[in-house]
């Protein structure tokens, strides 16, 4: 069965420093999310992307968060210069198409980020 | 008001009981309804999802969504042990326009089920 993957499973870094997680969703989906889950919080959007650009963001998602599909397989989130506060726990998701009511976002295993 | 809101819990019920998960809105444009599962330090993972009001049922799962209230719930009967996990429920509005399938989720209720 077809399965989103993550890269690295977790990822330790220094306060400043830039990192990249890396996801590879379903083969045949179109549209490519980015989430992240503070611990003990709520999942929460930062990112959408569609036809090869962003297409909904939050606040959250600031100009220190770049995404981007560099081969049409791969979906990175840059976080250019990381903060404490920035550790969480980042999910990637993907979805077939966003118009039918039967359409899902299939998550893949997160990378956990941790900010020293 | 929080868009979505969820009772943490956590909730821990005896093998074999009716669990009851809710969650209230208050965004009248979420059009589907989902609720995931999730285990620890692991991915969300759907397990039923819902258009519109009504019921749906899966196996010992069963949805309700009430849009008139703005309140959505999980229904899980005969509950196991494996059944424990944290419950997140999430809600879309409808694709099209500014929305591009962005989730919003609740909190997730933390339950145990103990044999």
């Known amino acids: 069965e077809p399965e989103v993957t993550q890269t690295p499973s977790h990822q330790v870094t220094q306060m400043g420093q830039e990192v990249i997680l890396r996801c590879v969703p379903i083969s045949n989906h179109l549209y490519f999310y980015w989430y992240r889950q503070i611990l003990g919080q709520k999942v929460e959007f930062l990112v959408s992307?569609?036809?090869?650009?962003?297409?909904?963001k939050s606040e959250i998602f600031d100009d220190q968060f770049s995404v981007e599909r560099p081969d049409g397989s791969n979906f990175t989130l840059k976080i250019r210069s990381t903060k404490l506060e920035d550790s969480a726990m980042y999910f990637c998701?993907?979805?077939?198409?966003?118009?039918?009511?039967?359409?899902?976002?299939?998550f893949g295993p997160g990378t956990r980020l941790t900010v020293l | 008001q929080k868009e979505v809101e969820q009772d943490p819990g956590p909730l821990s019920v005896p093998e074999g009981a009716i669990v009851s998960l809710n969650c209230t809105y208050s965004?009248?444009?979420?059009?589907?309804f989902m609720w995931y599962r999730q285990y620890s330090r692991k991915g969300p993972e759907l397990l039923m999802y819902?258009?519109?009001?009504g019921n749906k049922e899966d196996g010992r799962f069963t949805a309700q969504v009430d849009k008139s209230s703005k309140y959505i719930s999980l229904f899980i009967r005969d509950s196991q042990p494996s059944d424990s996990a944290t419950y997140l429920c999430?809600?879309?509005?409808?694709?099209?326009?500014?929305?591009?399938?962005?989730?919003?989720f609740g909190q997730g209720t933390i339950l145990t089920v103990h044999p």
């Open positions: 965004n009248s444009a979420f059009q589907y």
């Open positions: 992307f569609y036809n090869n650009e962003i297409s909904e």
């Open positions: 999430a809600m879309r509005e409808n694709a099209g326009g500014t929305s591009y399938g962005k989730l919003t």
């Open positions: 819902t258009y519109s009001s």
């Open positions: 998701a993907s979805m077939r198409s966003a118009g039918g009511p039967i359409d899902e976002q299939f």
